[in-house]
């Protein structure tokens, strides 16, 4: 696991939350579960695909991929990514333990778009806060979960799982 702060340069990290933010540009769209192991009803979270499958869902996001990927410094293929948003529950809930994806060779980078005490949490008990502009990378193997926020009204971020080009 690696925690990266300031992941982009200033310029670059507003590009893409004024993008993400945009009320004319960016639709969001219910996902009732967060994922298929979360056991609480109110673990829910609404979400963008940019990428999905290896395909990405619309052109204008490809400078938005470039950007995410350029401190990487390596050719890489995308295989998914999303933008996340949570709104803020009077309790912490925990969305379920799960894996982005059970390959060995493909990492998950999380880029966090504002602070908040909500937090990406691992199985071993270790948790990784959401900070502005900091990037959690992991094996996408690994079992994590998000925890939402209760201390802000909206919590974003962007999963972004990706494995060397050939």
């Not at 969001?28 to 994922?35: R, V």
């Not at 778009?113 to 990406?120: A, E, K, P, R, W």
């Not at 193997?141 to 971020?157: A, E, G, M, P």
């Amino acid at each position: 696991m690696k925690i990266i702060d300031n992941y982009l340069n200033n310029e670059d990290f507003k590009t893409i939350k004024s993008f993400i933010e945009s009320h004319t540009t960016f639709d969001w769209y219910l996902s009732p579960q967060a994922n298929e192991w979360g056991t609480d009803d109110r673990a829910f979270q609404f979400m963008h695909n940019w990428v999905w499958a290896g395909k990405t869902k619309y052109p204008a996001v490809e400078s938005y991929l470039k950007i995410l990927l350029r401190p990487l410094k390596k050719r890489l293929k995308v295989h998914r990514c999303k933008v996340n948003l949570f709104i803020n529950q009077v309790e912490p809930i925990k969305m379920g333990f799960h894996t982005d994806f059970d390959i060995d060779n493909i990492k998950t980078l999380l880029l966090y778009l504002q602070d908040s005490n909500g937090y990406t949490e691992f199985e071993n008990g270790e948790k990784v806060e959401s900070k502005e502009n900091r990037a959690l990378i992991f094996s996408s193997n690994i079992k994590h979960q998000t925890v939402s926020q209760t201390d802000t009204l909206f919590r974003t971020n962007i999963n972004l799982n990706y494995s060397e080009a050939e």
